[in-house]
Nanobody, 124 residues
Framework: VQLQASGGGLVQAGASLRLSCAAS????????MGWFRQAPGKEREFVAR????????DYADSVKGRFTISRDNAKSTVYLQMNTLKPEDTAVYFC??????????????????WGQGTQVTVSS
């Protein structure tokens, strides 16, 4: 599976951005899709993940209520709508795909396929 992330940019605090991640695989709908982020000098951290449908989404506490993950299986695309952005949201954002199994859906090491990352910078 090849993943192509896009939509990052430089915004002011309080603004919104929507990230997109397009997958090349027609079996996209069978994967759990996640978004992770990595700030300079920090480890990659879980942001959000979604299973088959919007009702199966989960978020890191730091973004809950501000970010929304969604997917369009017909377009093989997953989105991350980010509202009320804060300077601490500044990071490179990665989308990733994980097979459905018993492994943790919050652990980046369990995701098999990764996009190239897109930079999000939030100024104060």
């Amino acid at each position: 599976v090849q993943l192509q992330a896009s939509g990052g940019g430089l915004v002011q605090a309080g603004a919104s951005l929507r990230l997109s991640c397009a997958a090349s695989d027609r079996t996209f709908s069978s994967y759990i899709m996640g978004w992770f982020r990595q700030a300079p000098g920090k480890e990659r951290e879980f942001v959000a993940r979604i299973r088959w449908s919007a009702g199966s989404a989960d978020y890191a506490d730091s973004v809950k209520g501000r970010f929304t993950i969604s997917r369009d299986n017909a377009k093989s695309t997953v989105y991350l709508q980010m509202n009320t952005l804060k300077p601490e949201d500044t990071a490179v954002y990665f989308c990733a795909a994980k097979e459905v199994n018993v492994d943790s859906e919050y652990d980046a090491r369990r995701y098999l396929y990764w996009g190239q990352g897109t930079q999000v910078t939030v100024s104060s």
